[in-house]
């Protein structure tokens, strides 16, 4: 099983407060630890436990600064063979379908059979780049996975859905799953372990080194123009509609048309 | 035979062992656990049972007190046969997750709380603390620790040394956001890499500042330091140290008197590993008002509260009463007012036994600053 698992090394936002910089469109991260993505970590054991259940060779994807080696080395200690990371200040990395089309010219050209990630990160929280990932790849995809069985050529995806439901699909290898954080227990990377890791390849490479245009990934390219980040301020009142079913729906439907949210 | 074993049975000095029983007769965990230290030294100089006794969950029952070292009259630490059975665990990194997020935020924000490095000094708000610069000078260079500078219970330690020190015009200074973990935790939850990577780097930190000694506001820092780093230029005490010293010097005046019954817990890093069991009970006797008593288990055969020993991130599967808990009620007995102590864990442990005992109206859990910090003057 050829594997690769692509992962983001975001800050961690739980502890600290969150401020917006002056330009309104970049967060302050002084104050911030950086760390794995939550959801990446666990696409990492997955595909470590999916290697120590038969065979497998695992190349660790990710687009970041030089500061994310030692997320890398921490993957690649648990298990992981080698790893690229994709460092280029070109990358409209804001918008995920451009992150998507960076991580599969990293990948493409090469054997796989399976592409982990996690299905959301913790910073941003779109969903997307997994999907547009697999899209971009022209696989098969299955989102939110919580159990992954291999058969022969093909995965048994369980995927969480809305409501509490769980759907179990058949995906012909190769293939994207989008890994759901509690799918594992991810394992502790031992400093001695990330020593020895030190003798794993990590290749270090530019746009240019995996064969991507740069305008086709940069601002010019992406359809997602970034306006404004703000802390969404907290409402202290509350409006009840009241009447009947029909009145309600006329007065909701003219407080969202003036609110300009239709 | 092989390597690995020669390397267990000589690093721990397995045959050195006579099985007396004075390592388990002392334990103070067996109460609640199943943990028999004196059958692990016996078991662990088969090469063969050693993954199948690392695999057994008493070995994260230890607090790493340190009582069985203490009583072993052959000069053994038995514990550390257990450590070395968490580092087998450790080294195939399947681990609790408490235990797996603790040390990897040491490893990368340099604490085991998960807090970010960058809020390290945040305790410092609002005083006037005086911060070191390498090669300048000074006689005493603090210490903080990473639970006293990162837990609102216990930052008061720190803030109120910082009021004490500035009052007696002592020469001092802290270090800023670049104090690391000493690795105490580390040590004792078995993360060999990890501690000796701290020993490494610490050690080039702390030798940059030209002190004449480091004062430990912790001690588990405290015994940590003194015991496992052998580069350290400077001396290494504990705060009760520079406190009582400056009390003799007259350093340290009253304005009020606190007219308490005080019981003086002693805490297993400070006392029964690193002998300071008189400099605490000094400080105390001499708020005015302070009327000090003993427990039964005191100084050297103090019981332990259970917080040391990694045990911050490892819960005991065993529901019997807590140690911290008997702790309480033996205060309780005693009538004492205040149970003191000279430790971050100490107070954690034995606040939280206190509240759940629902003894907060009669009694409360004080650390020795925070008693100073009320009746001296700053």
Known sequence: MKMFVCIKYVPDTSEAEVKVNPDGVSVDSSRFSFDINDADNYAVEESVLIKEAGEGDITVLSIGPKQSDVMIRMAMAKGCDQAIRVEDDRIASHDPLMVAKVLAGAIKGQEFDLVLTGCMAGDDGHMSTGVALAEELGVNHASMVKKVEVLDGKVKAHRELEGGLLEVVELELPAVLTIQTGINEPRYAPIRGIRAAQKKELKVASLDDIGVDPVAVGPDASMVILEQLYIPEVESSAEFIEGEAEEKADKLASILVKGGLV | ?378
């Not at chain 2, 009259?73 to 580092?87: D, F």
């Not at chain 2, 309780?332 to 000279?342: F, H, S, T």
């Open chain 2, 1 to 378: 035979m092989s390597t690995e074993i020669q390397t267990f049975t000589e690093k721990y000095d397995l045959l050195g062992c006579i099985q007396c029983g004075r390592c388990t007769g002392g334990c103070p965990v067996t109460v609640r656990a199943d943990l028999n230290v004196r059958r692990f030294v016996y078991d662990a100089y088969y090469e063969e049972k050693l993954d199948e006794l690392a695999r057994l969950a008493e070995i994260w029952d230890c607090t790493a007190c340190h009582t069985c070292a203490v009583r072993c009259p052959k000069g053994l630490k038995p514990l550390e046969v257990l450590l070395g059975l968490r580092t087998m665990i450790i080294e195939s990194g399947k681990v609790e997750p408490t235990v797996r997020d603790a040390l990897q935020s040491v490893l990368l924000e340099g604490n085991p709380w998960e807090k970010s490095r960058a809020a390290r000094s945040d305790w410092m708000e609002g005083l006037d603390v005086k911060i070191a610069e390498p090669d300048v000078p000074v006689e005493n260079l603090i210490f903080v620790c990473c639970t006293i500078a990162y837990d609102p219970r216990v930052r008061v330690i720190a803030r109120n040394a910082v009021s004490l020190l500035n009052k007696a015009g002592v020469d001092y200074a802290f270090l800023d956001d670049s104090e690391t973990c000493c690795g105490s935790e580390v040590f004792t939850l078995g993360e060999e890499g990890l501690f000796e990577m701290l020993v490494e780097d610490n050690t080039e930190l702390l030798n940059e500042y030209s002190a004449k000694r480091i004062v430990c506001l912790s001690p588990h820092c405290f015994t940590t330091y003194k015991t496992k780093y052998p580069d350290l230029k400077a001396e290494v005490i504990h705060y009760t140290q520079l406190l009582d010293e400056m009390l003799k010097d007259g350093k340290i005046s009253w304005k009020g008197e606190l007219n308490r019954r005080i019981v003086y817990h002693d805490p297993c890093y400070l006392g029964k590993q690193g002998d300071i069991y008189e400099e605490p009970r000094d400080l105390l006797r001499s708020i005015p008002g302070v009327e000090l008593v003993e427990f039964d288990r005191c100084r050297e055969r103090s019981l332990c509260c259970e917080g040391g020993g990694g045990k911050m991130w490892v819960e005991s599967e065993s529901k019997k009463e807590r140690l911290a808990e008997t702790r309480i009620k033996d205060a309780k007995a005693l009538e004492a007012d205040i149970v003191a102590v000279a430790c971050p864990f100490c107070v954690l442990t034995l606040e939280d036994a206190l509240k759940g005992l629902g003894y907060e109206e009669e009694m409360r859990v004080a650390e020795i600053t925070e008693l100073l910090g009320e009746f001296a003057e700053a």
